[in-house]
């Protein structure tokens, strides 16, 4: 009996120090009691995060979050976070099969798998972010009561459009399906990430493709038809039977549509297929959709900043100014309307415009610049015979440079004052008095860099651009600044990348692909529109989290690498602040697990302040190793010498020696036999 209680004891005895070693190695992992409410209550006294939510945190949370040691290789391991993003497929029209949801749930899911947010214009050379994101897709047929409700709305309108002299396809307004499908999503609440609405209605009478505005397409001026649009909400539809549409670089160049059955945009339009080849053409799209629409690539980097400044600087040339084109009220309605409604800014961010003017004549470093910007190249024209024709741009990086070293002067000359706190973006519009083409890098209007934006334009009124759109040539209105200065403010300020631009880490590159770049977006030679999308909105506010976050975890690491240089937060830190440095870290890190979370389900103002309140930890780690470092002293110890090696001295010598003599002996020992005759 007394040997069965001692077996039992000793069993208990091993399990709990198992227990306890196994509670030694890993990192906070549970929830912690409590801890939820106390930040949430901090978030409602102090919204902007700043406070220090650990000076107020209660005895007994302190003594949880201290429950768990730490090691740096696993805390660095732990620094791998993934954003849960939702997307809900909607299959629209009565050619979807009851199975056609989960084969296209299988396809996206053999396609989709977590990967890093990515930079294309980094501040370092490292386009990779240390936060991924991976899909969560939910595909679902929609009631028969939507697709008859389109479909109707779809015939009438055909049948009410006159046929079109100048294109095959009928121009149908978008709002004819929007309107439907948006008051859909209305009825949809609470709403779960993003909407995309596949529409399969069947063949109409008459091809038909949607108009994003008012009028028809002239000689002079082409509008482009497409067959999607992106809402204001967090939804777009896509009409799989609209077209065929095709629209790109006329000539060659990367992001064309191809015509024909090739583009999943006309997987309809083709030879039949079966369901599964169309479900996986449906399939490549919507993951196209999520890689540019939903998770897109920043342009750069955007740090958070309390006071968002845009500076209009007009240089004109002529003796009174045009706004013709270039209405500054405009361009400043359109980001407040967004901001009044509760997009683009986050927390306590503020967002003013002003506007200066300078007269061209009056400005030698206008004058300086330009000219030094400016150079030529020659096209080829077949008129009565090949002719060579010469014509000028500005080189953008040049005039930049430019720019950026007489900045001063121009705050000078256009009477700006110098702002002290927050970031300003000045936007240097050159309105020059001249009747020649000028271009920015011969095909922009309107660049935009880090630390600002610029534009030109002359009296000339429009060009032929490269682009093409369902067989005929686009027209650049060069005189119409405003939707050009909308998408660059858009880049500059907020690191929104345009829908055409994504980058790629397969091909270390940046890919350009025109397939999302015509209807609601600001981007791009096929849309008109000036108004924002879901796209751009959500982009604006995710780059600026993204940021923060990316520059946490950075910041974290190099913490962490820092204690291991040192041998260790063992060996760094004393009792007390090894103590409080695991209480410090174990609440950092479940700050920023609560900030992912947020952004995934889109709350951005929450993951704002959970990111806020885990600077403030942030930086007391670093105080805590950074005084524990400067504590630190160098010892000496001393050890005893280990006893010289003689045995395998001795070896060595006699086979040296043993080797030597084999070789003064060579000739004897290894003579041919054969010639002693």
């Known amino acids: 009996m007394a040997t069965t209680a001692g077996a039992a004891a000793a069993v208990l005895l091993l399990l709990l120090l198992l227990s306890v070693a196994t509670t030694s190695t890993i990192s906070l992992s549970y929830p912690i009691m409590g801890l939820d409410s106390f930040l949430s209550q901090q978030s409602r006294l102090d919204p902007q995060a700043t406070n220090d939510s650990f000076l107020s945190l209660p005895s007994h949370l302190r003594k949880a979050l201290s429950s768990a040691s730490t090691h740096h ?168 039977a609209a077209g065929p549409v095709d629209y790109g670089p006329a000539l060659s160049g990367d992001g064309v549509l191809p015509r024909g059955e090739f583009h999943p945009l006309a997987a309809l339009h083709g030879g039949p297929k079966s369901e599964k080849a169309l479900l996986a053409d449906f399939a490549s799209l919507v993951h196209s959709a999520y890689q540019v629409l939903v998770v897109p690539s920043l342009r750069i980097p955007v740090p958070f900043e309390n006071s968002l400044i845009v500076q209009f600087v007009h240089v004109y040339g002529g003796e009174n100014k045009d706004s013709n084109g270039l209405d500054w009220k405009t361009i400043e309605r359109t980001f ?72 001063g002067e121009f705050r000078r000359l256009a009477n700006i004052p110098e702002e002290e706190f927050g970031r300003v973006l000045p936007v240097y519009v050159f309105d020059l008095d001249q009747n020649a083409l000028l271009l920015l890098d011969r095909y922009h209007q309107s660049v935009a860099f880090k630390d600002m934006v610029i534009a030109v334009r002359t009296r000339n009124a429009q060009t032929v651009s490269d682009y093409s759109c369902n067989g005929r040539h686009m027209f650049t209105q060069t005189r119409e600044l405003e939707r050009p200065l909308v998408g660059s403010i858009l880049q500059s300020m907020w690191g929104v990348s345009p829908t055409h631009l994504s980058w790629s880490p397969r091909h270390n590159s940046t890919l350009v692909d025109y397939t999302w770049s015509v209807g609601q977006t600001p981007f791009g030679p096929f849309s008109e529109t000036l108004s924002l999308s879901f796209v751009q909105k959500d982009a604006a506010r995710r780059n600026i989290l993204l940021t923060s976050l990316n520059y946490s975890l950075t910041s974290a690491i190099d913490v962490l690498e820092s204690i291991a240089a040192h041998g260790g937060e063992r060996n760094l830190l004393k009792r007390a602040r090894l103590v409080e440095f695991v209480q410090r870290w174990n609440l950092f890190k479940y700050k920023l697990d609560k900030a992912v979370s947020a952004l995934s389900h889109l709350d951005f103002e929450m993951a704002l302040y959970f990111l806020r309140s885990s600077d403030h930890d942030l930086y007391a780690i670093h105080s805590l190793v950074y005084h524990a470092s400067q504590e630190m002293e160098a010892s000496l110890v001393c050890f005893k010498d280990p006893p010289f090696p003689w045995a395998s001295f001795s070896g060595s010598v006699v086979v040296v020696f043993a080797l030597f003599y084999v070789y003064t002996k060579r000739e004897k020992l290894f003579s041919n036999k054969r010639k002693q005759f």
């Not at 095959?168 to 948006?182: A, E, F, G, H, M």
């Not at 061209?360 to 090949?386: K, P, Q, V």
Request: with cysteine.
């Open 73 to 240: 290789r696993h805390l660095i391991s732990s620094l791998q976070l993934s954003l849960s993003v939702s997307l809900r497929v909607i299959l629209v029209g009565p050619s979807f099969s009851s199975g056609a949801p989960s084969l296209l749930s299988s396809y996206l899911s053999a396609v989709s798998s977590s990967d890093h947010f990515h930079v294309i214009s980094p501040f370092s050379t490292d386009h990779r972010h240390h936060t991924k994101h991976s899909l969560h897709l939910d595909a679902s047929l929609a009631s028969s009561s939507l697709s008859s409700q389109i479909s109707h709305a779809l015939r009438s309108q055909i049948s009410s459009t006159p046929n079109s002299l100048r294109s095959p396809l009928l121009s149908i307004p978008y709002t004819t399906v929007d309107n439907i499908i948006r008051q859909h999503f209305e009825k949809e609440k609470p709403h779960e990430g993003v909407y995309i609405y596949l529409l399969n209605l069947g063949p109409q009478s008459k091809s038909y493709a949607y108009n994003y505005g008012s009028g028809e397409s002239s000689p002079a001026y082409t509008k482009c038809f497409g067959s999607l649009w992106t809402g204001k909400d967090r939804y777009l539809w896509v009409d799989l």
């Open 336 to 407: 407040m309307d967004e901001v009044n409604e509760g997009g683009l800014l986050l927390g306590d961010q503020s967002l003013r415009f002003k506007t200066y003017d300078l007269r061209y004549a009056h400005c030698a470093i206008c004058s300086f610049a330009i000219s030094r910007s400016t150079n030529s190249y020659t096209s080829r024209f077949l008129f009565d015979n090949y002719t060579l024709i010469v014509s000028e741009y500005l080189d953008s990086k040049r005039l930049h440079q430019i720019l950026l070293d007489s900045a």
